[in-house]
């Protein structure tokens, strides 16, 4: 299951996605989510929340993080995700660690929303 909501104050298209994830409905998600980037005439940022989903099918998480990386290489300034607890923000910030640097990518949890 998942959400989108286009904020037109702050230009920002947040997805929310909960549950059991599986790889089909990543890939929906994926064109869904460019194709909202598409028809707005400015997107600065992507907020992708993943810290509902309860697991992720094989191949499902990868179809999302490199979403969240192509959204870049369209146009958009930055994302965030939220991740469940400090130990996946931790871990996400070193593996991404030039692109945190560049304030491109964030990483966020529920309390700290």
């Not at 998600?29 to 460019?34: D, Q, R, T, Y």
């Not at 400015?42 to 094989?58: H, N, P």
Request: glycine share 6%.
């Amino acid at each position: 299951m998942y959400m989108l909501n286009w904020d037109d104050a702050t230009a920002t298209l947040e997805v929310g996605i909960g549950g059991v994830v599986s790889l089909e409905e990543a890939k929906t998600l994926a064109s869904v989510v460019f194709d909202e980037i598409k028809e707005v005439e400015t997107c600065k940022s992507v907020i992708f929340d993943w810290s509902l989903a309860k697991r992720f099918e094989f191949g499902a998480y990868d179809v999302l993080e490199a979403t969240q990386i192509e959204v870049l290489n369209r146009g958009v300034d930055s994302t965030t995700m939220v991740v469940p607890d400090d130990e996946k923000a931790t871990q996400m910030i070193g593996a991404n660690l030039q692109l945190v640097m560049e304030g491109r990518r964030s990483f966020i949890v529920p309390h700290a929303a």
